[in-house]
């Protein structure tokens, strides 16, 4: 029994089900205060320098930030969230799909004190959820602006590749929140990672090693018996300037063969 086992076991009854609809209707709600004028993002967002001043509410609000875009494509996005986050509730089940997103949570409140003047919403943490989908059904495809269909796996690609930008060229707190985003997905999938790596190798090391040998070709053969410097290194193979392109034989055949014209 693995650790995740034995946690389970012991505090499963704490994991909260369907917590993927709970965090789409607490967006849904505050979208709508955010439409109405009774709320904006500033209001909700994790800011550590507010929670210090005694504004703790942020550390639970900054969860139900909606999707910073046109209200069709949050639609969308919330469509895209139940999606991924129901698979991997009924993947993982319900207690650890629940400690995936709390040490995502976890670490996005810890980074936020390293850069307390920093707006802090949820959209890393649920980048988080949308590379663990795409890690365990990569096959999946989705239709690119309702149209293109396209495998999950290069979206993940590319989400990646811009994780990666954002380490090296970011500001101090954006490469903070992508680190705190991507523990949660490596301590959930990198004995994983380590074992198709390792699968990998010895795949290409099997391929390799199934590979023809070529030989090196022969310097000398004879054109009677057909014998090589590979096959008989000892022999003495000489060259007939009677024979047209003055032909190759061994010690047997030079003075006894017929003369190639």
């Known amino acids: 029994m693995n650790l995740l086992d034995k946690l389970e076991k012991k505090l499963g009854f704490l994991a909260l089900p369907n917590l993927t609809v709970i965090l789409i209707a607490g967006q849904s709600f505050f979208f709508l205060m955010e439409l109405t004028g009774k709320a904006g993002p500033g209001d909700i967002m994790l800011i550590a320098d507010r929670v210090m001043a005694g ?35 009924q993947h993982w089940g319900d207690f650890r799909y629940n400690l995936f997103l709390l040490i995502a949570y976890l670490m996005t409140v810890a ?39 396209v495998r999950i796996w290069w979206l993940a690609l590319i989400t990646w590749l811009g994780y990666g930008y954002n380490i090296l060229f970011g500001s101090m707190s954006v490469r903070l929140m992508v680190l705190a985003s991507i523990i949660n997905f490596l301590l959930f999938f990198a004995r994983d990672i380590i074992t198709n790596l390792k699968y990998g190798r010895k795949k290409m090391e099997r391929q390799i090693s199934n590979l023809p040998r070529s030989k090196e070709e022969a310097l000398h053969r004879c054109k009677v018996c057909g014998i090589d410097d590979k096959s008989h290194p000892q022999e003495d193979f000489r060259y007939c300037p009677q024979c047209k392109q003055q032909s190759c034989y061994c010690q047997k055949h030079i003075n006894d063969h017929e003369h190639v014209q």
Request: hydrophobic residues 60%; without cysteine; charged residues 5%.
């Open 111 to 149: 980074v936020s004190f390293l850069a307390p003047y920093s707006p802090i919403g949820n959209s890393y943490i649920g980048g988080s959820v949308f590379l663990a989908f795409a890690f365990l059904f990569p096959d999946f495809e989705i239709m690119l602006f309702f149209i293109l269909p």
């Open 55 to 89: 504004e703790y509410w942020r550390l639970l609000t900054f969860l139900f930030s909606p999707p910073m875009t046109s209200p069709l494509f949050i639609l969308f996005a919330w469509y895209l969230f139940y999606l991924m986050g129901s698979a991997l509730e």
